[in-house]
């Protein structure tokens, strides 16, 4: 690797250090879908939103649970501590397309239709609110 690539790396390295996130790849459902779930705790309280996510009927809220609960454990993790009552919020959370499995059902007259069966990543930050105020 380039002394510059290298240099970047060690940046962005150190960037991350004070970011408390986690990501889910491939989650098959469709993007829009899961914008639906995740804009409804977009800026709350952990422990609201995970008591949010609990009882959605959405499928994909159980797939956001977990993926806010691992979050949370790298907050935990990094900090040497356990987070308190009110202390961490979802910062930020957004959902990008991931790959599209396209696949053919039959129809009338020897023609065939389309499907395409979409996935979707999901990135989802949590931050401490104090931090906020320094």
């Not at 396209?102 to 999901?122: E, L, T």
């Amino acid at each position: 690797m380039g002394a510059r690539k290298h240099i970047a790396a060690e940046q962005l390295k150190e960037a991350r250090k004070n970011l408390f996130f986690a990501k889910l790849k491939g989650c098959p459902s469709s993007p829009r879908k899961m914008r639906y779930v995740v804009d409804m705790i977009r800026g709350m309280e952990v422990n609201r939103a995970l008591g949010v996510l609990k009882f959605s009927n959405k499928q994909a809220a159980k797939d956001v649970e977990k993926l806010l609960r691992s979050a949370i454990a790298n907050w935990e993790q990094k900090n040497d501590r356990k987070a308190e009552d009110g202390e961490l919020y979802v910062s930020r959370v957004f959902v990008d397309p991931g790959v599209t499995m396209k696949r053919m059902r039959p129809a009338p007259q020897g023609r065939g239709y389309r499907i395409r069966k979409r996935s979707n990543h999901v990135t989802l930050f949590v931050d401490a609110k104090n931090n906020d105020e320094k």
